[in-house]
């Protein structure tokens, strides 16, 4: 750790392979337990139509907010060494995978370059995302409308929540 003060950022997980719930589970525990990163909120998780190549299964999505004295690139190391430990294999843009972390959103900044866009540059088109973003941050406010309203423009035919609470990931059968 890099001894920065702490930083907001919010992580969207997703996957369509194998127990994706599971797998994002582990994600999160994973990263929790990182020195300089402290997983804050979880939003339910939620089935998803695929985007993209739709000719594959339905996925789950979630969204993470966590606290983190990393950089934003020593974040996205972390989130990387989490799908390789987890056996992440990059084949095919958007298709399926056993675990997908981005990285959202990393308080105010903005960064493009060198294989890190934040804002994540196609957020705010998603549905997958934004629907469990506004779960756990609705009035957070990306380019001047909150995540609510951008979300009120996008068809979010298809997604459903299939978990009643946020305490999925800790491994204790809370929910």
């Not at 997980?13 to 127990?19: K, R, T």
């Not at 000719?55 to 004295?69: H, I, K, M, S």
Request: with cysteine; charged share 25%.
């Amino acid at each position: 750790m890099t001894g920065r003060p702490e930083t907001r950022a919010f992580l969207g997980l997703g996957g369509n392979i194998g127990d994706p719930a599971t797998t994002m589970a582990i994600a999160l525990r994973t990263l929790d337990a990182t020195d300089g990163v402290s997983v804050e909120r979880v939003s339910s998780l939620y089935r998803t139509p695929p985007w993209g190549e739709v000719d594959q299964p339905d996925f789950l999505n979630a969204v993470a907010e966590v606290r983190t004295g990393l950089s934003a690139r020593e974040l996205l190391d972390a989130c990387l060494s989490t799908e390789r430990a987890l056996k992440r294999e990059r084949r095919e843009r958007w298709g399926p995978r056993l675990i997908d972390l981005d990285i959202l959103l990393y308080g105010e900044e903005r960064i493009a370059g060198d294989g890190l866009e934040i804002p994540h540059p196609r957020m705010l088109g998603r549905a997958f995302v934004l629907v469990p973003l506004a779960e756990i941050a609705p009035g957070l406010t990306l380019d001047g409308l909150t995540v609510r309203d951008h979300l009120s423009r996008l068809d979010t035919g298809g997604i459903d929540r299939v978990s009643n609470g946020t305490g999925w990931w800790k491994g204790t059968g809370a929910e």
